[in-house]
């Protein structure tokens, strides 16, 4: 069994940044894909960040350039750090991992998900 425990989010203003975390823990054997998606009111969800292991970042078009992803192996854990936040970042925030487990099969895992709300 694996558990995602994200932390962070919050409440900012226009132009400020916040800090999500997300940590795996469990039956890890090799993790592929550790990831971020966000999904706001009456909108599909979307992929914001994801990194590969030993691969390059990928980030969404509305984000590039604002947001950061980060991955601390050693800790299985992914970290987002979104700067000059937007109203239209609003929205819950959702930790993935794409991994595989100690005799099961390789599959995607989310966190519980976290809101993050840009409001004056």
């Known amino acids: 069994q694996v558990q995602l425990v994200e932390s962070g989010g919050g409440l900012v203003g226009p132009g400020g940044s916040l800090r999500v975390s997300c940590a795996a823990s469990?039956?890890?054997?090799?993790?592929?894909?550790m990831g971020w998606y966000r999904q706001a009111p009456g909108k599909q969800r979307e992929l914001v960040a994801a990194?590969?292991?030993?691969?390059?970042?990928y980030y969404a078009d509305s984000v590039k350039g604002r947001f950061t992803i980060s991955r601390d192996d050693a800790k299985n854990a992914v970290y987002l750090q979104m700067n000059s936040l937007k109203p239209e970042d609003t929205a819950i925030y959702y930790c993935?991992?794409?991994?595989?487990?100690?005799?099961?099969?390789?599959?995607?895992?989310w966190g519980q998900g976290t809101q993050v709300t840009v409001s004056s």
């Open positions: 993935y991992v794409d991994m595989k487990g100690w005799y099961t099969a390789r599959e995607d895992y």
């Open positions: 469990g039956n890890i054997f090799s993790i592929h894909v």
């Open positions: 990194m590969p292991t030993g691969s390059t970042a």
